[in-house]
């Protein structure tokens, strides 16, 4: 009966992984309790970058506005889609599904853009360490993340300015598990489907500045660190450059293959899977990498759980 009155449903179908409505309540609750773990060590995160003294330095701040971000796209999505899937219909309101595309492809720029800014302030601090207290003081910190912050809009508004104008020509159906571009670019008509990709190919265009201000930041990076004649030195520098790479890395890689294969109407698993790997994974991952490869973090969290358990 659902599948009848998509065409004329306001709303929109989300067909997650699965039809099988016993493979959707696995699967709900693989992602629930997905997000609670990634809720949970990002809100460590922010807590103790916010708390802690040790952990008030430029690298940290940035990193409490990572979690942030994390915590926050990971809000956008998981809930909903688990909510559908134990719902059984998968059905997601109009209002709802622009609301996830602006809060998601906003918080997905700010994160893109506050990594940019960790990268900068990694090659500050190994490059030019004579002048990091200058040119990362705590101001230019602050507007570093309020630019972060205000720019997050700009990919929302385009996307919902134009999906707010476009006409839907084909079912309301979307094979994802939240209402992606991609997807809904898909449904539209062939003229406003150029229009969306101009926003799209823009927005791209800047994703790549930001891919290539890393990558040369990393080059200056590495061949710094090269050159360095203690061994306790360059172990100290990968120890925090390191985890950002790969949180880099692992964001673009996955996101970019996401977004450029061409949406079909049988996704495969394995573009279910990069969308896996770009939405959800890396606001699990992004605490335990940090925490693993960070002396000062680690240390600081088993203080507190010392600490914990000796009150208790």
């Not at 802690?52 to 889609?81: E, G, N």
């Not at 670019?185 to 265009?205: E, H, Q, T």
């Not at 899977?273 to 940090?290: A, D, E, H, Q, R």
């Amino acid at each position: 009966m659902i599948m009848e009155n998509v065409t004329t449903m306001s709303g929109f179908l989300l067909m997650g992984f699965s039809d099988n409505h016993e493979l959707q309540i696995l699967h709900a609750l693989l992602f629930l309790v997905a997000y609670l773990f990634g809720s949970a060590g990002n809100f460590i995160i922010i807590a103790i970058t916010t708390l802690d003294p040790q952990l008030q330095s430029p690298m940290y701040y940035f990193l409490k506005h990572l979690s942030i971000l994390d915590l926050s796209s990971l809000s956008v999505t998981v809930p909903q889609y688990v909510d559908s899937s134990l719902g059984v219909s998968g059905y997601i309101s109009y209002g709802q599904c622009m609301m996830q595309v602006f809060f998601f492809t906003g918080f997905a720029w700010g994160e893109l853009a506050i990594l940019t800014v960790m990268s900068y302030d990694r090659y500050v601090a190994v490059c030019l360490p004579l002048h990091y207290e200058v040119i990362m003081c705590p101001r230019k910190c602050r507007w570093a993340v309020t630019a972060v912050w205000l720019s997050s809009v700009i990919p929302g508004t385009l996307f919902i300015t134009i999906i707010f104008s476009i006409r839907f020509c084909r079912a309301k159906i979307i094979h994802q598990f939240f209402c992606d571009v991609p997807q809904l670019l898909k449904l539209s008509c062939s003229n406003d489907y150029l229009v969306m990709m101009g926003v799209a190919d823009f927005l791209s265009a800047m994703a790549f500045v930001c891919f290539i201000g890393i990558a040369i930041f990393y080059v200056h990076i590495f061949s710094t660190v090269l050159r360095m004649p203690s061994a306790e030195s360059r172990s100290k520098v990968f120890s925090t450059c390191l985890p950002h790479l790969f949180v880099v890395s692992l964001f673009l890689s996955t996101g970019s293959c996401a977004h450029l294969n061409p949406t079909s109407d049988s996704p495969t698993a394995l573009e279910f899977l990069f969308s896996v790997f770009y939405t959800v994974l890396p606001p699990i991952l992004n605490p335990i990498i940090y925490s693993l490869r960070n002396e000062t973090i680690k240390r600081v969290v088993r203080k507190l759980l010392f600490n914990t358990k000796s009150t208790g």
